[in-house]
């Protein structure tokens, strides 16, 4: 929201003050608080009649300084709130006859005590971004409105990235956001997924923690700051200091939540019904049977809305005219090893049974009369589940249940952008504070269910809606997007935006929802689709199955299923370390690579974990214009040799993309090619990439439980390569060189562009030609 007109005037009805000066500070054993009058103190009568800003900072954890701005305490709405991991408080502070210091970890605020408001913030005693005269303001507007707003400083160059899964262009400077859910679709200025928290290229992060509308004017209003302001009486934001992105990400992770790990199934190949198709058994046994037959391995089957009857969203209960033994139906698609997902929604329509149960027992949402809140929008008569009543989240998980019990794996809960705010909550919640939180208590209830049925790390849902925190409750996907090259490629932005927002794991509809694919675009898609963390295959009102576009198609998706499998151990690994660094396993190339000027905009390429780099092709001819940072790389596809530093234009067949292995890289490989779960330690290839002297390269393994459990690393000295592995059964070693003369530890083979060895232990110890590498 703006307030301002131009630098020197503020818009006409809005009213502005500012701390003039620090007055008087007060440090106590969980926080510092300094008081900022809005009128300079020049004699005791400007103390009479004037406002003031209390200013209190706090220190959750080391590096990350909370900063809460208040005006009037008694007016202040705190609930719902994000849930923000406690840790002992641990800062210092110190004073000077002009400045006031208060430190965390590396970070430290100086705030100015000897002349007009300035407070700065420092990271390793370099500076990082300040706030200063008119920036924090108290707003009142003619309609007796209250805002508060914080600018601060944008510095000669400084990008800004995040504030959730947003489509638009990938820097977010000179754009305003509002932290407002919508259900608007991957082509407009809307979001499911609004996060109040960036990320900037100086390597720190500002996180807001309002869960309600934050209004964010990014180098817009005021164009060397970034403005963020909510309604009411105060404000409350934490700064954390890197001095990496990727730091920064971790910490605020470690506040907000780590991402929970997706179980090893959910990597491999979902399959949708689709939305409005025409299905039921046969249809949905033709499109798993035609898998089967064509060799494609699939690991989900998911049964979008109409597996309950119309009108009657959501009853949980199938729809007999098309599934009249439901059971029986999930018994025999989970013997041919499929998983099964099914389509949820928190509404529930007048029609449906559950509409009576839940307005007698006080479950739904209700307006202020005391009736019931409804709306015809998407399900006639629809009202809404409260959340925030324990025995309507009871109730809700007692009708999944009984689904569960029956075969269902996962649900895609679907919705939750929607929610009103002219409504009351069970216990008394702001309704402007819960439109966005709604969500997180939505997938909160639907994970914590599956978690308690399932077990740890077996739980995933399909989700479209979040807010702060919801990283702890994955999977999300993208939402409704166009079925063309433009709404891909908006996609992949919101993904990348997503990703540098705290959430590791992301999916979309693969060949987009609305409208229909191309051959051409299923092709192109489908490559994308399944070099993204989760894969999944979904659309409006055309069935999504390969065989539908061509039979060039069904080997495209056979290719690219497989090859996504065979990279278990490697993807698995970098999916459980995300959920230690909350780094996501679809990373953009900046993140990567934060030294590297070029990599500071690309918004049509990514890295899929730190070694491999993905750049999608967004036309009908095959072409695709990419940029490879400095080093050495490999296409995986077809063993070509790339030197960094560079741009690169090609033509791709539909069999081919530019999928670049990091030289100096281990990318450790499995033998399974039909399903994303199995073991990973089990007859394992270890590839080794472009090693140079005196380097060492590493890579850990994980079991399809999460347990750390394998490991290979190959060093280089001279013209000797040494591998080694721990934890592995079965082991050949791919190097992707010719210039290997002999080896010990096994039988040295040719191997396309490079050579083979099946290991006959633990260690192998390779020589290299010198006069050959020094050719190649």
């Not at 329509?349 to 409804?374: A, C, H, I, P």
């Not at 890579?699 to 190959?714: F, P, R, S």
């Amino acid at each position: 929201m703006k307030f301002s007109n131009g630098n020197w005037m503020d818009r006409e009805g809005f009213t502005l003050q500012y701390p003039s000066q620090l007055h008087d500070t007060a440090v106590h054993d969980d926080k510092a608080v300094l008081y900022a009058p809005f009128v300079p103190v020049v004699h005791r009568g400007n103390t009479l009649d004037g406002g003031m800003m209390t200013i209190e900072l706090s220190a959750p954890a080391a590096d990350v300084i909370g900063v809460k701005m208040i005006h009037h305490k008694g007016k202040m709405k705190e609930f719902p709130s994000f849930e923000i991991a406690s840790h002992e408080p641990s800062f210092h502070t110190e004073e000077t006859d002009r400045t006031f210091i208060f430190q965390s970890g590396r970070l430290k605020t100086e705030v100015n005590k000897s002349g007009g408001w300035s407070v700065q913030f420092k990271g390793d005693d370099e500076f990082l971004t300040e706030t200063g005269s008119r920036n924090m303001s108290y707003i009142t507007s003619d309609k007796k409105q209250a805002f508060m707003r914080e600018q601060l400083s944008l510095d000669v160059g400084e990008l800004i990235y995040g504030l959730g899964e947003r489509f638009g262009p990938f820097v977010k400077n000179g754009q305003s956001i509002d932290i407002w859910n919508e259900d608007g679709g991957t082509g407009s200025e809307q979001a499911y997924k609004s996060i109040p928290f960036y990320i900037s290229s100086k390597g720190y992060g500002i996180f807001v923690n309002q869960p309600e509308n934050v209004s964010f004017e990014v180098g817009s209003e005021k164009v060397s700051n970034v403005q963020f302001s909510v309604k009411g009486e105060s404000l409350e934001y934490y700064v954390i200091y890197g001095p990496t992105m990727k730091e920064v990400l971790k910490k605020y992770t470690d506040l907000t939540g780590k991402p929970s790990l997706p179980p090893a199934w959910s990597f491999g190949l979902w399959l949708s019904t689709s939305f409005t198709t025409d299905y039921d058994e046969e249809t949905v046994n033709q499109f798993v049977d035609g898998m089967i037959e064509r060799d494609i391995p699939l690991d989900v089957f998911h049964f979008d809305c109409f597996w309950m009857k119309e009108f009657e969203w959501c009853n949980f209960e199938w729809d007999d005219r098309v599934f009249p033994e439901p059971a029986a139906m999930l018994k025999r698609l989970k013997e041919k090893g499929l998983k099964i997902c099914v389509w949820i929604n928190p509404y529930i329509g007048q029609k449906s049974q559950l509409f009576d149960e839940g307005r007698k027992n006080d479950y739904l949402l209700k307006r202020e009369d005391g009736s019931v809140w409804q709306w015809d929008k998407w399900q006639a008569g629809q009202a809404i589940v409260d959340f925030t009543n324990p025995d309507a989240c009871k109730w809700f998980e007692e009708k999944l249940e009984v689904l569960m019990d029956m075969g269902v794996d996962s649900f895609k809960t679907d919705f939750g952008e929607r929610i009103p705010t002219d409504v009351v909550y069970h216990n008394g919640e702001d309704p402007e504070k819960m439109h966005n939180y709604y969500t997180y208590l939505y997938n909160e209830t639907v994970f914590t269910l599956l978690e308690r049925k399932r077990g740890k790390g077996e739980a995933a849902l399909f989700a479209r809606s979040a807010t702060a925190g919801s990283q702890k409750f994955p999977v999300h996907w993208g939402g409704d997007c166009w079925s063309n090259y433009r709404s891909m490629a908006e996609t992949l932005r919101g993904g990348l935006s997503f990703s540098l927002s705290g959430f590791s794991f992301w999916s979309h509809d693969i060949s987009g929802f609305e409208h229909g694919a191309t051959p051409d675009l299923y092709k192109r898609w489908t490559q994308f689709g399944l070099l993204s963390s989760h894969s999944r295959y979904h659309g409006n009102s055309e069935y999504k199955v390969p065989w539908k576009y061509g039979e060039e198609a069904v080997d495209v998706t056979r290719q690219f299923t497989k090859l996504k499998n065979r990279l278990m151990p490697y993807l698995f690994s970098q999916a459980c370390e995300a959920t230690e660094s909350g780094v996501a396993m679809m990373r953009p190339m900046v993140l990567e690579f934060p030294e590297d000027d070029t990599c500071q905009y690309l918004d049509r390429q990514y890295m899929l974990g730190d070694s491999l780099l993905v750049a999608p092709i967004f036309n009908d001819k095959g072409t695709v214009r990419y940029y490879v940072p400095k080093g050495s790389w490999t296409n995986l596809l077809t063993e070509e040799k790339m030197a960094g530093g560079r741009w690169y234009t090609e033509e791709h067949s539909y069999m081919t993309l530019p999928l670049l292995v990091k030289g100096s890289s281990l990318l450790i490989t499995g033998a399974q090619e039909q399903t994303a779960e199995y073991d990973y330690l089990q007859d394992v290839t270890v590839h080794v990439f472009d090693l140079q002297e005196g380097e060492t390269a590493a890579a850990d393994v994980w079991t399809k439980d999460g347990e750390k459990a394998g490991w290979a690393k190959a060093s280089r000295n001279g013209s000797t390569i040494t591998v080694e592995t721990g934890g592995l059964s079965g082991c050949t070693l791919h190097l992707h060189r010719e210039d290997i003369d002999r080896a010990d530890g096994g039988k040295l083979e040719a191997a396309g562009t490079g050579k083979m060895l099946v290991m006959t232990g633990d260690k192998a110890v390779l020589s290299l030609n010198e006069r050959r590498e020094s050719h190649l």
